[in-house]
């Protein structure tokens, strides 16, 4: 155990941080109920239009939200130097990403997806759709946090990135937003969601695999310490 | 402008689509060959300046 | 030495990359135009009209090459991208950064000689046919590669970040396209297809291949001319610069 203590030791100091930033915490959640409040206003707010179009709208305001919280994934690292005294430390940097992105995922991805049932109530969604999409929002963040962190980890020295990390990331959110709205939509229409809830885990598996080496790899660029 | 073009038939989408890759073409080729261009120029007139 | 190796490793120098370019690009430039020429001319004077799809089908001749050339650029972009990674072969580093605009003027001509043939074929100019949302999809990872490669104050870290960008858009590319596959065919069944697998007349098979040879050696001549530029660019203090341009008027 002793040799997985610098990681667990890493995910407690980002917990630590975010509870310390509540506000910073809050903010992807606050952005998903806005951005819900426009589609019910544009809609015209009546059941009957919103509860076709609830889970994608869903789908999409929880992806956009949780690409808020990616500029500040690595920022304050890379400013007061815990980047550089990664690199140069004796320790595993694609270890150190793999708890960088699980902490992002419990505090981000869960979350969304917790307060994922008051969006679905302010959307009207049908009440038999919950539970898959709750399931498919789980495991589909999950994806979404390891592209995240692939992007944020690319984009981490950079003085602007906020619409580059959006062509960076959006493009690449594509199947994880296909599959996952797809199972919901098998539900609604009597099908069996086994097929595309297998597909969203076996991508999320196959990012996950991905992500950690390519976000080291990433890093690295432009630090004083090349692998 | 799109319904000038529907009205032109088949050989209107065809020659609006080999107008399209030429333009596309040309703005890929020229500004990467004006740069080159301009920095040769500029390379040979400072080694003349040094030689000189 | 093996040979075909030690000419890897001379290229990799910059003069003999220079020098290798300088010869090859008017061969390559003025194959391109030649079969160009021809292709139009078989393509659309010689080739017979579709009975089905009447004349318009002659947007393929453009279409199909440069989708075909859309992915197999991305695919040596992202070789190039993992050569530079690894081996840090500088010359890699701005075969990959040359890379990805033609690899974004193909997709972009792809999409629209797409939409040109959609609206007489299909009576639309964008359907969300599999290909045509791939293809768009390719066209933000290429912008994806450029806008980030750009973003870099130093050009070779901008290279290295983007070459990652690249690995992971390469291992992704086939689930997209795969996962768009899924969705269209969930949503609104198999009805269009851009071209029949079945049996392709003769006469319209030459020009579809003499116009893909053209459009390669056209980015052989494209890439070997940004490739140059830079080289010049990066290297202008370098001694072999000025020998190789000060040596003639």
């Known amino acids: ?227 | 402008m799109l319904d000038w073009l529907e009205m032109q038939g088949h050989w209107g989408y065809i020659s609006a689509s080999l107008i399209v890759t030429a333009l596309l073409i040309a703005a890929d080729l020229i500004p990467p060959w004006l740069r080159e261009r301009r920095l040769r120029a500029e390379i040979r007139a400072r080694l003349r300046r040094g030689q000189g | 030495m093996n040979p075909l190796l030690r000419w890897f490793h001379q290229l990799g120098s910059p003069p003999y990359f220079h020098a290798f370019a300088t010869r090859w690009m008017p061969l390559a430039g003025y194959c391109a135009l030649a079969l160009t020429a021809l292709g139009l001319y078989l393509g659309f004077v010689v080739a017979p009209a579709d009975y089905l799809q009447g004349e318009s089908y002659r947007i393929i001749f453009i279409h199909v090459p440069s989708a075909w050339m859309s992915m197999f650029i991305y695919a040596l972009m992202a070789l190039n991208g993992a050569i530079a990674l690894v081996w840090r072969i500088k010359l890699s580093e701005i075969l990959f950064l040359c890379c990805a605009p033609i690899g974004a003027m193909f997709t972009a001509v792809t999409l629209i000689t797409g939409m040109l043939w959609g609206k007489p074929t299909w009576g639309t100019y964008w359907a969300w046919d599999a290909r045509l949302t791939s293809e768009l999809v390719l066209l933000f990872l290429y912008f994806g590669v450029i806008g980030l490669a750009s973003a870099y104050e130093d050009s070779r870290q901008g290279a290295r970040a983007a070459a990652v960008l690249a690995l992971v858009g390469v291992v992704n590319l086939p689930i997209i396209h795969f996962s768009v596959k899924w969705w269209n065919t969930l949503h609104q069944g198999d009805t269009v297809k851009l071209i029949g697998k079945s049996s392709i007349h003769p006469s319209m098979l030459w020009p579809l291949l003499i116009m893909a040879t053209a459009a390669k050696l056209y980015f052989v001549f494209a890439l070997l001319l940004r490739a140059r530029g830079m080289l010049l660019e990066q290297e202008r203090a370098k001694h072999w610069v000025k020998e190789s341009l000060g040596s003639r008027p």
């Open chain 1, 1 to 227: 155990m002793s040799a997985l203590r610098p990681y667990f030791a890493l995910m407690r100091r980002d917990f630590k941080l975010a509870l310390r930033r509540r506000a910073e915490l809050l903010m992807p959640l606050a952005f998903a109920v806005l951005v819900i409040l426009l589609f019910s206003i544009a809609l015209g707010g009546s059941a009957t239009r919103l509860a076709p179009v609830a889970a994608p709208v869903i789908w999409v305001t929880v992806l956009l939200a949780g690409f808020l919280s990616l500029e500040s994934m690595f920022r304050p690292d890379v400013e007061d130097g815990t980047l550089d005294q990664w690199l140069a430390g004796p320790v595993s940097i694609i270890g150190l990403m793999v708890s960088k992105a699980l902490a992002h995922w419990l505090l981000f991805g869960l979350g969304l997806t917790a307060a994922t049932p008051v969006l679905a109530m302010l959307l009207k969604l049908p009440v038999e759709l919950l539970p898959m999409l709750l399931l498919a929002l789980a495991i589909g963040s999950f994806g979404a946090t390891q592209i995240g962190l692939i992007a944020a980890a690319l984009t981490a020295r950079l003085r602007r990135s906020g619409i580059l990390l959006a062509i960076i990331v959006l493009p690449l959110y594509l199947p994880l937003l296909i599959f996952g709205s797809g199972a919901v939509d098998a539900v609604r229409l009597g099908d069996s969601p086994r097929a595309a809830l297998l597909l969203l885990a076996a991508q999320t598996l196959l990012l996950t695999t991905l992500a950690a080496p390519a976000a080291a790899a990433g890093l690295r660029i432009g630090s004083d310490n090349p692998p």
